[in-house]
């Protein structure tokens, strides 16, 4: 990228110019590891020699850790992967039940869901996310995302439409404008001739349609206080807020309205690599934490598209730290 870069944030109309004075940056952070971060409730887990072991010390912890511990849910399914799956898949559809009104804990598992690559159990979390909070805005894009992702698309493009022209009632979908009408692009590029898309405006049925590199911030809880820092090649760095004290406006309308994305575009990426940085403001123990889930798309909309999938637990991020760390060299 060059010196004159923009990052561009789609869900305001602000880009601000990494060119600012003041924003050289000469930190040295640590990498997060999530397997770090959750060992604390699966020490003893990590520990077994064998499979029966590990269980037995698994119905052990549960009984201390009481009913609904998002964090020992999720890190224990995760954990028994490498031994069975269908095991770890039983530990969160029990985690499933046990949080079946929650909403904060069911995106939470959604979150791990997707981050697992488990997208048809993901698709029936976000479907009753919707039952449960049906006037969020949020609900609605994450239903229709998640439906692409496991290949309903007509009921993906239902769903756009719907929330392009506010035709579900008493929803506000405007704090998500931006990024609705990219992933309804983004279907048209892959999807175009498994959808109806004759009555979409003009301006939306382009077939060139492409991001350098698409970084989607979502959380669990609208009142999640965290700062993301965006770190150029040439060490100039951009920060983003998301506290009561920085962005208290913004953080009323996802109140509002419903909604908790952040989604930022670098375009014209250029050789070199970026940094993401990460602090929690005022992280707790808590049985049912704030998480983050973290999408990186690399050559969105394009027939050689990567995407990757982190969850992080922000009540384990102490200290600030390197999120991600992206290298990319265009064709």
Sequence with gaps: IETDAILDNPTNNEKPSLLATGNDYDESLTIFNSNDASSKHITDLKNARSFNEAKQIYQQIKLNEGRLSVPFYLNSAEYFLKWDRDYSLGILSNFESIAKDNVKALRSLAFKYEELKMYEEARLVYQRIVKLRPKEAQSYRDLALIYTTTAYYQEAMRLYKQMLSDGIDDVDFSGLLQPIIDELKHLLAFH??????????????SAKF????????????????????????????????????????????????????EVNVIDDFGSGEWLINIQAINPKEEKNPNYLKYTVFKNYGLSNETKTVKVINLSDLKQKVTLDKLTFYPN
């Design 192 to 205: 175009r001739n498994k959808i109806d898309y004759r009555d979409l405006p003009v301006d939306l049925l």
């Design 210 to 261: 492409k991001q350098d590199i698409r970084l989607v911030f979502e959380w669990n809880d609208p009142s999640a206080e965290f700062e993301l820092q965006f770190v150029s090649p040439q060490k100039k760095f951009y920060k983003w807020s998301h506290t009561k004290f920085d962005n208290k406006k913004r953080m009323l309308d996802e109140i509002k309205k419903g909604y908790s994305t």
